[in-house]
């Protein structure tokens, strides 16, 4: 079956824009992850939902992220005013129930602020 | 608090030799669960195994296997007649408690031909 998918692959903005991160979930896992990567180091959590809520929020640097799962199925991450820092890798995963399960990931979308 | 260190940054080795990917946990949890990743230079993670913490067998999948210890808080990956193909970066991680899923730093491994 399809795995996670996440669009756009690559984004480039500017500093202080606005940008949208989206994530496609494996059918049917009802939680889904949003981690961060950094060059050179691990995947660093960001935010957790168990259905449409988000079940642990406290990876989220600051209040210029956000993310959002209306309908319990595609997540958006959203970050306002981008900053330099923020040009990372954001991973998104899923899995059937909770945490403990095994989380599968996709490809990532690559931001660059520049 | 959990933490995974993986004091390999990185190996090289020639194709066909063994090599061992190096993971210690910390966790005052009872009830965890380990896993290790791959990801190659497309980028994508993938799963590899996940293993609970009162499951202490040791495990081979196929050139691959790994090495549970709890008495030493380990939790090591076997790579057995290497090959270029296993070239990546491998991330071993820990869950507990009400701890989020927590990566160690990853090693990268160069398998040479």
């Known amino acids: 079956g399809a795995g996670v998918s996440q669009t756009p692959s690559n984004k480039v903005t500017e500093k202080g824009k606005y940008v949208e991160l989206r994530c496609d979930p494996i059918?049917?896992?009802?939680?889904l992850y949003w981690y961060r990567q950094s060059l050179g180091q691990g995947p660093e959590f960001l935010i957790y939902?168990?259905?449409?809520?988000?079940?642990?929020d406290s990876g989220l640097p600051n209040d210029r992220f956000f993310a959002v799962r209306p309908e319990g199925s595609v997540s958006t991450l959203k970050i306002q005013r981008t900053e330099r820092g923020d040009s990372a890798v954001y991973l998104c995963?899923?899995?059937?129930?909770?945490?403990?399960?095994?989380?599968?990931f996709g490809p990532g979308t690559r931001l660059t602020v520049l | 608090a959990q933490k995974v260190t993986q004091a390999q940054t990185e190996i090289s080795v020639v194709e066909k030799e063994d090599v061992t990917l190096d993971c210690v946990y910390e966790?005052?949890?009872?009830?965890?669960?380990l896993f290790w990743y791959k990801q190659p230079p497309s980028g994508e993670l993938v799963f590899l195994i996940r293993?609970?913490?009162?499951?202490?067998q040791n495990e081979i999948s196929g050139r691959y296997s790994w090495n549970f210890q709890k008495s030493t808080s380990s939790f090591n990956f076997t790579i057995t007649a290497s090959q270029v193909v296993d070239s990546a970066v491998y991330f071993c991680?820990?869950?507990?408690?009400?701890?989020?899923?927590?990566f160690g730093t990853g090693t990268r491994l160069t398998i040479i031909p």
């Open positions: 966790t005052r949890d009872t009830t965890y669960y």
């Open positions: 995963a899923s899995s059937p129930l909770g945490r403990t399960d095994t989380q599968y």
């Open positions: 939902f168990q259905g449409t809520g988000a079940a642990d």
């Open positions: 059918s049917g896992h009802t939680a």
């Open positions: 293993r609970n913490s009162f499951d202490e």
């Open positions: 991680a820990l869950i507990s408690g009400n701890e989020k899923l927590t």
